[in-house]
């Protein structure tokens, strides 16, 4: 069974980067046709998807936050990471995980982590 | 972006009473769609796709169906363990985006 886990920084400033990395065990990445997403959800809020990369390194990102995020993928690590550029208060928000078999349909996530934006 | 919006928002309801959550897209997306659960301080858990599918190891109590604009999550006979916050996704077209969340709360 897989199992994933974020890890990063819990406080960006305000137009710095912020970049988390999500670990998965259980199982290889490189051997795994799945796809890794990223998804967030503002406190008390609704969830918003980041967007997702597939196994091979195909990337898909929410146009609303392209310009700023590149999703990569260390399948030697069994790891994949998210950085945001240029954050402000509004990406403050729990940032979650998450494997997919198919494209959009997560049925597999981390625990997430909080990220907060200070400035 | 395609659009979802659930309803009610905020339902309040017994523990063994059948409910339902409905979920209606700006445009029509088959049956593209699927159901989550989230409770407090935990990550969502998958129910449902392809509007009627269940997951893998979800009870039989939740039932989905719908299909083209409109979609519906039934819960059967709610259990204590179901009162938690129900989000649909859509999953037609790029990029996929949620529904604005149905709290469902112990009257």
């Known amino acids: 069974q897989l199992q994933l886990q974020e890890s990063g920084p819990g406080l960006v400033k305000s137009s710095e980067t912020l970049s988390l990395t999500c670990t998965v065990s259980?199982?290889?990445?490189?051997?795994?046709?799945?796809?890794w997403g990223w998804i967030r959800q503002p406190p008390g809020k609704g969830l918003e998807w980041i967007g997702s990369?597939?196994?091979?390194?195909?990337?898909y990102y929410n146009p609303s936050l392209k310009s700023r995020v590149t999703i990569s993928v260390d399948t030697s690590k069994n790891q994949f990471s998210l950085r945001l550029t240029s954050v402000t208060a509004a990406d403050t928000a729990i940032y979650y995980c998450?494997?997919?078999?198919?494209?959009?349909?997560?049925?597999?996530w981390g625990q997430g982590t909080l990220v907060t934006v200070s400035s | 972006d395609i659009q979802l919006t659930q309803s009610p928002s905020f339902l309040s309801a017994s523990e063994g009473d059948r409910v339902t959550i409905t979920c209606r897209a700006s445009?029509?997306?088959?049956?593209?769609l699927a159901w989550y659960q989230q409770k407090p301080r935990k990550a969502p858990r998958l129910l449902i796709y392809?509007?009627?599918t269940l997951q893998s190891g979800v009870p039989s109590r939740f039932s989905g169906s719908g299909s083209g604009t409109e979609f519906t999550l039934t819960i059967s006979s709610l259990q204590p363990e179901d009162f938690a916050t129900y989000y649909c996704?859509?999953?037609?077209?790029?990029?996929?985006?949620f529904g604005q969340g149905t709290r469902l709360e112990i009257k």
């Open positions: 392809g509007a009627s």
């Open positions: 990369i597939y196994y091979a390194g195909r990337t």
């Open positions: 996704q859509h999953l037609n077209t790029y990029p996929p985006t």
């Open positions: 259980g199982g290889s990445m490189s051997h795994s046709q799945y796809y």
């Open positions: 998450a494997k997919s078999d198919s494209a959009y349909i997560y049925d597999n």
């Open positions: 445009q029509g997306i088959s049956s593209y």
